[in-house]
Protein backbone atom coordinates (compact mmCIF):
# COMPACT_ATOMS: atom_id res chain seq x y z
CA UNK A 1 0.00 0.00 0.00
CA UNK A 2 1.15 3.81 -0.74
CA UNK A 3 0.69 6.57 1.67
CA UNK A 4 1.86 10.03 1.20
CA UNK A 5 4.15 11.54 3.73
CA UNK A 6 2.58 14.52 5.60
CA UNK A 7 3.47 17.26 8.03
CA UNK A 8 1.49 17.42 11.13
CA UNK A 9 -0.95 20.42 11.15
CA UNK A 10 -1.41 20.33 7.21
CA UNK A 11 -5.21 19.35 5.52
CA UNK A 12 -4.40 16.44 3.11
CA UNK A 13 -7.17 17.57 0.55
CA UNK A 14 -5.46 17.15 -2.87
CA UNK A 15 -8.81 17.85 -5.23
CA UNK A 16 -9.04 21.45 -3.12
CA UNK A 17 -5.62 22.17 -3.86
CA UNK A 18 -5.53 21.37 -7.36
CA UNK A 19 -9.29 23.72 -7.70
CA UNK A 20 -6.43 26.42 -5.79
CA UNK A 21 -3.84 26.15 -8.17
CA UNK A 22 -5.75 26.39 -11.22
CA UNK A 23 -8.06 29.60 -9.85
CA UNK A 24 -5.14 31.07 -8.81
CA UNK A 25 -3.37 30.98 -11.98
CA UNK A 26 -6.16 31.90 -13.72
CA UNK A 27 -6.28 35.15 -11.81
CA UNK A 28 -2.74 35.73 -11.74
CA UNK A 29 -2.74 35.83 -15.56
CA UNK A 30 -5.86 38.47 -15.46
CA UNK A 31 -3.35 40.28 -13.60
CA UNK A 32 -0.20 40.35 -15.41
CA UNK A 33 -2.80 41.26 -18.58
CA UNK A 34 -4.41 44.27 -17.02
CA UNK A 35 -0.47 45.31 -15.49
CA UNK A 36 1.03 44.52 -19.15
CA UNK A 37 -1.94 47.19 -20.56
CA UNK A 38 -1.19 50.04 -18.02
CA UNK A 39 2.56 49.37 -17.98
CA UNK A 40 3.33 51.70 -21.33
CA UNK A 41 1.72 55.10 -19.60
CA UNK A 42 3.67 54.22 -15.68
CA UNK A 43 6.77 53.40 -14.45
CA UNK A 44 6.72 50.68 -12.57
CA UNK A 45 6.98 52.20 -9.07
CA UNK A 46 3.29 53.85 -9.56
CA UNK A 47 2.22 50.22 -10.86
CA UNK A 48 3.49 48.51 -7.83
CA UNK A 49 2.13 50.85 -5.36
CA UNK A 50 -1.52 51.41 -6.75
CA UNK A 51 -2.14 47.82 -7.20
CA UNK A 52 -0.51 47.03 -3.53
CA UNK A 53 -2.94 49.39 -1.80
CA UNK A 54 -5.87 47.98 -3.19
CA UNK A 55 -4.68 44.42 -2.51
CA UNK A 56 -3.74 45.79 0.84
CA UNK A 57 -7.17 47.05 1.17
CA UNK A 58 -8.83 43.82 0.24
CA UNK A 59 -6.86 41.81 2.85
CA UNK A 60 -7.60 44.60 5.60
CA UNK A 61 -11.55 44.21 5.04
CA UNK A 62 -11.55 40.32 4.61
CA UNK A 63 -9.04 40.15 7.96
CA UNK A 64 -11.70 42.69 9.82
CA UNK A 65 -15.07 40.64 8.21
CA UNK A 66 -13.43 37.39 9.51
CA UNK A 67 -12.38 39.04 13.27
CA UNK A 68 -8.89 37.40 12.29
CA UNK A 69 -6.68 41.02 13.73
CA UNK A 70 -4.12 38.22 15.24
CA UNK A 71 -3.33 37.42 12.03
CA UNK A 72 -0.87 40.16 11.83
CA UNK A 73 1.60 38.32 14.36
CA UNK A 74 4.38 36.22 12.78
CA UNK A 75 5.96 33.81 13.90
CA UNK A 76 8.71 33.63 11.28
CA UNK A 77 10.01 36.86 11.02
CA UNK A 78 13.01 36.07 9.10
CA UNK A 79 12.03 33.90 7.23
CA UNK A 80 8.76 36.52 6.24
CA UNK A 81 11.67 39.14 5.60
CA UNK A 82 13.61 36.49 3.03
CA UNK A 83 10.39 35.34 1.40
CA UNK A 84 9.02 39.28 1.16
CA UNK A 85 12.77 40.35 -0.26
CA UNK A 86 12.19 37.21 -3.04
CA UNK A 87 8.67 38.83 -3.27
CA UNK A 88 10.05 42.17 -4.45
CA UNK A 89 12.69 40.85 -6.62
CA UNK A 90 10.50 38.59 -8.62
CA UNK A 91 7.62 41.31 -9.10
CA UNK A 92 10.00 43.78 -10.06
CA UNK A 93 12.07 41.47 -12.61
CA UNK A 94 8.65 39.92 -14.06
CA UNK A 95 6.49 43.05 -14.51
CA UNK A 96 9.92 44.48 -16.29
CA UNK A 97 9.42 41.41 -18.81
CA UNK A 98 6.11 42.35 -19.50
CA UNK A 99 7.05 45.65 -20.81
CA UNK A 100 9.01 44.31 -23.60
CA UNK A 101 7.89 40.87 -24.43
CA UNK A 102 4.33 38.98 -25.46
CA UNK A 103 2.33 38.15 -22.80
CA UNK A 104 2.52 33.92 -23.30
CA UNK A 105 5.82 34.06 -23.60
CA UNK A 106 6.75 36.09 -20.49
CA UNK A 107 4.89 33.53 -18.53
CA UNK A 108 6.49 30.85 -20.38
CA UNK A 109 10.33 31.63 -19.58
CA UNK A 110 9.03 31.95 -15.88
CA UNK A 111 8.40 28.15 -15.48
CA UNK A 112 12.12 27.71 -15.29
CA UNK A 113 11.65 27.81 -11.96
CA UNK A 114 11.67 24.19 -11.44
CA UNK A 115 14.76 23.87 -13.49
CA UNK A 116 16.89 26.27 -11.56
CA UNK A 117 15.96 24.71 -8.10
CA UNK A 118 16.93 21.27 -8.51
CA UNK A 119 20.05 22.13 -10.61
CA UNK A 120 20.81 24.58 -7.38
CA UNK A 121 19.62 21.64 -5.09
CA UNK A 122 22.83 19.86 -4.58
CA UNK A 123 24.70 23.07 -3.42
CA UNK A 124 21.96 24.67 -1.81
CA UNK A 125 20.29 21.87 -0.10
CA UNK A 126 22.72 19.24 -0.12
CA UNK A 127 20.52 16.73 -2.17
CA UNK A 128 21.56 14.47 -4.88
CA UNK A 129 20.42 14.55 -8.48
CA UNK A 130 20.09 11.73 -10.62
CA UNK A 131 21.21 11.40 -14.54
CA UNK A 132 17.27 11.41 -15.47
CA UNK A 133 16.95 14.41 -13.76
CA UNK A 134 20.19 16.37 -15.01
CA UNK A 135 18.71 15.48 -18.26
CA UNK A 136 15.65 17.04 -17.46
CA UNK A 137 17.20 20.01 -16.58
CA UNK A 138 19.57 20.29 -19.52
CA UNK A 139 16.35 20.25 -21.82
CA UNK A 140 14.55 22.47 -20.14
CA UNK A 141 17.50 25.36 -20.23
CA UNK A 142 17.67 24.34 -23.70
CA UNK A 143 14.02 25.58 -24.07
CA UNK A 144 15.06 28.82 -22.43
CA UNK A 145 17.76 29.28 -24.97
CA UNK A 146 15.68 28.99 -27.85
CA UNK A 147 13.54 31.38 -26.50
CA UNK A 148 16.53 33.69 -26.33
CA UNK A 149 16.71 32.83 -29.83
CA UNK A 150 18.59 35.97 -32.35
CA UNK A 151 15.42 38.26 -33.11
CA UNK A 152 16.88 39.49 -36.51
CA UNK A 153 20.48 39.89 -35.67
CA UNK A 154 20.32 40.66 -31.51
CA UNK A 155 19.40 38.04 -28.84
CA UNK A 156 16.10 37.94 -27.15
CA UNK A 157 17.72 39.46 -23.76
CA UNK A 158 14.23 40.52 -22.52
CA UNK A 159 13.58 37.00 -22.16
CA UNK A 160 16.31 36.94 -19.15
CA UNK A 161 13.49 39.07 -16.96
CA UNK A 162 10.85 36.52 -16.42
CA UNK A 163 13.46 33.72 -16.00
CA UNK A 164 15.08 35.86 -12.64
CA UNK A 165 11.65 36.50 -11.78
CA UNK A 166 11.44 32.74 -11.96
CA UNK A 167 14.34 31.98 -9.77
CA UNK A 168 13.29 34.39 -7.34
CA UNK A 169 9.99 32.82 -7.65
CA UNK A 170 11.22 29.55 -6.79
CA UNK A 171 13.36 30.10 -3.48
CA UNK A 172 9.48 32.02 -2.46
CA UNK A 173 7.43 28.89 -3.10
CA UNK A 174 9.97 26.47 -0.73
CA UNK A 175 9.59 28.94 1.97
CA UNK A 176 5.93 29.32 1.88
CA UNK A 177 5.56 25.23 2.51
CA UNK A 178 8.36 25.33 5.29
CA UNK A 179 6.68 28.06 6.89
CA UNK A 180 2.56 27.18 5.97
CA UNK A 181 2.16 24.99 8.97
CA UNK A 182 2.24 27.73 11.56
CA UNK A 183 1.84 31.05 9.37
CA UNK A 184 -1.77 31.79 8.57
CA UNK A 185 -2.09 32.36 4.97
CA UNK A 186 -3.50 36.13 5.70
CA UNK A 187 0.17 36.89 7.40
CA UNK A 188 2.21 35.55 4.40
CA UNK A 189 -0.09 37.69 2.09
CA UNK A 190 -0.36 40.87 4.34
CA UNK A 191 3.46 41.10 4.84
CA UNK A 192 4.66 40.15 1.60
CA UNK A 193 2.36 42.47 -0.36
CA UNK A 194 3.04 45.24 2.34
CA UNK A 195 6.71 44.81 1.18
CA UNK A 196 5.99 45.01 -2.45
CA UNK A 197 3.93 48.52 -2.30
CA UNK A 198 6.79 50.19 0.00
CA UNK A 199 9.46 48.72 -2.73
CA UNK A 200 7.32 50.95 -4.98
CA UNK A 201 6.66 53.80 -2.93
CA UNK A 202 10.51 54.01 -2.77
CA UNK A 203 10.80 54.14 -6.58
CA UNK A 204 6.92 56.06 -7.38
CA UNK A 205 8.67 59.29 -7.03
CA UNK A 206 11.17 59.08 -10.34
CA UNK A 207 9.21 59.34 -13.72
CA UNK A 208 5.58 60.06 -11.75
CA UNK A 209 2.79 60.49 -14.61
CA UNK A 210 -0.59 61.20 -12.62
CA UNK A 211 -3.08 58.64 -13.41
CA UNK A 212 -6.90 59.04 -14.33
CA UNK A 213 -9.91 57.30 -13.21
CA UNK A 214 -9.60 54.80 -15.65
CA UNK A 215 -6.19 54.19 -14.96
CA UNK A 216 -6.60 53.91 -11.22
CA UNK A 217 -9.50 51.62 -11.66
CA UNK A 218 -7.25 48.96 -13.46
CA UNK A 219 -4.89 49.25 -11.02
CA UNK A 220 -7.25 48.81 -8.59
CA UNK A 221 -8.69 45.55 -10.32
CA UNK A 222 -5.13 44.36 -10.81
CA UNK A 223 -4.60 44.73 -7.13
CA UNK A 224 -7.78 42.66 -6.01
CA UNK A 225 -6.53 39.95 -9.16
CA UNK A 226 -3.31 39.87 -7.38
CA UNK A 227 -4.41 39.66 -3.96
CA UNK A 228 -7.18 36.59 -5.12
CA UNK A 229 -4.58 35.01 -6.87
CA UNK A 230 -1.85 34.73 -4.05
CA UNK A 231 -4.48 33.67 -1.47
CA UNK A 232 -5.08 30.74 -3.56
CA UNK A 233 -1.97 29.89 -4.37
CA UNK A 234 -0.79 29.65 -0.61
CA UNK A 235 -3.89 28.06 0.34
CA UNK A 236 -2.38 25.63 -2.34
CA UNK A 237 0.33 23.99 -0.41
CA UNK A 238 -1.47 24.13 2.60
CA UNK A 239 -4.20 21.43 1.04
CA UNK A 240 -1.70 19.18 -1.29
CA UNK A 241 2.29 18.42 -1.74
CA UNK A 242 4.16 20.78 -4.03
CA UNK A 243 4.72 17.72 -6.38
CA UNK A 244 0.90 17.10 -6.71
CA UNK A 245 0.26 20.55 -7.53
CA UNK A 246 2.80 22.80 -9.04
CA UNK A 247 2.05 20.68 -12.73
CA UNK A 248 -1.40 22.43 -12.63
CA UNK A 249 0.82 26.12 -12.87
CA UNK A 250 1.01 25.28 -16.19
CA UNK A 251 -2.36 26.28 -17.01
CA UNK A 252 -1.60 29.54 -16.89
CA UNK A 253 -0.14 29.33 -20.27
CA UNK A 254 -3.24 28.34 -22.13
CA UNK A 255 -4.33 31.76 -20.00
CA UNK A 256 -1.69 33.85 -21.24
CA UNK A 257 -2.00 32.39 -24.95
CA UNK A 258 -5.75 33.00 -25.07
CA UNK A 259 -5.25 36.70 -23.56
CA UNK A 260 -2.37 37.75 -25.53
CA UNK A 261 -4.11 36.50 -28.73
CA UNK A 262 -7.76 38.31 -27.73
CA UNK A 263 -6.17 41.54 -27.03
CA UNK A 264 -3.13 42.18 -28.47
CA UNK A 265 -2.90 39.52 -31.07
CA UNK A 266 0.20 37.91 -30.21
CA UNK A 267 0.97 34.66 -31.87
CA UNK A 268 3.98 32.80 -30.84
CA UNK A 269 6.29 31.43 -33.35
CA UNK A 270 7.67 27.98 -34.23
CA UNK A 271 10.63 28.97 -31.70
CA UNK A 272 8.90 30.00 -28.47
CA UNK A 273 6.35 26.98 -29.21
CA UNK A 274 8.95 24.93 -28.83
CA UNK A 275 11.24 26.01 -26.52
CA UNK A 276 8.06 26.53 -24.24
CA UNK A 277 7.28 22.73 -25.05
CA UNK A 278 10.87 21.97 -24.13
CA UNK A 279 10.28 23.70 -20.72
CA UNK A 280 6.85 22.50 -19.73
CA UNK A 281 8.14 19.09 -20.52
CA UNK A 282 11.20 19.38 -18.66
CA UNK A 283 9.39 20.81 -15.86
CA UNK A 284 6.89 18.13 -15.74
CA UNK A 285 9.26 15.78 -15.28
CA UNK A 286 10.95 17.07 -12.62
CA UNK A 287 7.68 17.63 -10.92
CA UNK A 288 6.65 13.79 -11.36
CA UNK A 289 10.27 12.79 -9.97
CA UNK A 290 10.07 14.60 -6.79
CA UNK A 291 6.53 12.79 -6.41
CA UNK A 292 7.45 9.72 -6.89
CA UNK A 293 10.41 10.11 -4.27
CA UNK A 294 8.20 11.57 -2.06
CA UNK A 295 5.80 8.40 -1.92
CA UNK A 296 6.65 6.25 1.05
CA UNK A 297 5.99 2.36 0.39
CA UNK A 298 3.90 0.73 3.57
CA UNK A 299 4.26 -3.10 3.96
Known sequence: MMVRARAQGRIEAPGRGIACMFGGSLLLTMNDAVVKWVSSDFQLGQILVFRGLAALTVIALVLYWRKDLHTFRVRYPKMQLIRTTLMIASTILFISGLRLMPLAENVAIAFVGPVFVTALAPLFLGEQVGWRSWSAVLVGFAGVLLMLRPSGESLNWAALLPAGAALCGAFRDLLTRHISDAEATGTTLFYST??????????????????????????????????????????????????????????????????????????????????????????????????????????
Not at 213 to 228: F, H, N, P, Q
Request: charged share 10%.
Open 194 to 299: LGVTFAGAAIAPFGWQTPGLTDLSLLALAGVLLCAAHFFHIETFRFAEAALVAPFKYSALLWAGAIGFLVWGDIPDRWALLGATMLITSGLYLFYRERKQSIILVP
